[in-house]
C-alpha cells in the first residue's frame, strides 16, 4: 500500500492506535515511549529525543507525544475539589461545592507542565524532512466511577480516589488542545483533530469508545487510523 508504514512517535494513547492497527492487519510502525525507556535524554535542561531514536524517524511522521497533562490534573478529584469557567464556554456546569480557578492560572499550570512533551515535538519536527501531524487528545468521556478491574489505576491514585466532573475534564481537555494547536501553527505542525465520529452529540467521547480511565479504546484507535490512511492516500 505504501512505501513503509507510517510511523507514528507518543506516550500512552498510541497503544490503543498499536491495537487498532494489529487487530486490522494494517501494517503500523508504533514507537511507544513507554516501551522506549532510553528514548528521552536531558540535554541543558530540556527534554530531547535520543540519537538513536531521532535516528529512526521519518516523514510523514504521526505524533502522539504527551497528551494526558489535562488528566494529570484533573482526572481524579483534588483533595481540594477545583472548577473553572472558560471564557469561551461560559455556560458549561461548574461542579457545586468546587473552588473556581481562574482560568488564566490554569491554563498557566497546563503549558508549565507540556513544556518537555513540546520540546520532544519541536525534535522531532527538527529531525525529518516531510509533514508531521499532531494528535489531538481522545474526547472525555462521561464515565465518572473508578475502576474496580483496575488496581494500578487505585495504587496510583490513592483507594479513596474519585473522578472529577467530566465537564471538568472537558475544560481541561479545551485549554490542552487549544495549546497544543497554537504550539504546532509555530512549530510547522499539522494538528490533527479528534475524528469527527467519536463525539457524541454533548461534545463527549462516543460510548463504546472509552478505555481505562484517560484512555481511548482500539475501537477509538480505529478511528484514527483511519483517518491516518485517509491522509496518506490523499
Given at each position: ?5 507510517p510511523l507514528c512517535l507518543g506516550h500512552s494513547h498510541s497503544a490503543s492506535l ?217
Open positions: 500500500m505504501f512505501a513503509a508504514p498499536q491495537l487498532a492497527a494489529e487487530a486490522a492487519g494494517t501494517p503500523l510502525e508504533v514507537l511507544n515511549f513507554w516501551n522506549l525507556p532510553f528514548g528521552v535524554v536531558t540535554v541543558d535542561g530540556h527534554a530531547r529525543l535520543a540519537p538513536e531514536l531521532r535516528a529512526r524517524l521519518r516523514a510523514p511522521l504521526f505524533s502522539l507525544i504527551g497528551g494526558q497533562v489535562h488528566h494529570d490534573i484533573g482526572l481524579v478529584e483534588h483533595a481540594r475539589p477545583f472548577d473553572l469557567i472558560l471564557p469561551e464556554h461560559p455556560d458549561w456546569p461548574v461542579q457545586p461545592g468546587a473552588e473556581i480557578i481562574p482560568a488564566d492560572a490554569v491554563r498557566a499550570e497546563i503549558r508549565a507542565r507540556m513544556t518537555p512533551y513540546l520540546e520532544l515535538m519541536d525534535d522531532a519536527r527538527a529531525a525529518i524532512d516531510g509533514p508531521m501531524y499532531q494528535l489531538q487528545s481522545p474526547p472525555i468521556s462521561t464515565l465518572d466511577a473508578v475502576p474496580t478491574d483496575d488496581p494500578g489505576f487505585v495504587a496510583f491514585f490513592g483507594p479513596d480516589c474519585r473522578m472529577s466532573s467530566p465537564w471538568l475534564r472537558r475544560k481541561l481537555f479545551t485549554i490542552h488542545s487549544d495549546l497544543v494547536q497554537a504550539h504546532c501553527a509555530q512549530a510547522g505542525i499539522t494538528f490533527l483533530p479528534c475524528p469527527a465520529a467519536a463525539f457524541d452529540a454533548d461534545g463527549f467521547l462516543r460510548p463504546g469508545l472509552n478505555g481505562t480511565p484517560g484512555h481511548a479504546s482500539p475501537a477509538y484507535g480505529a478511528l484514527q487510523l483511519r483517518q491516518i490512511l485517509a491522509l496518506l492516500r490523499a
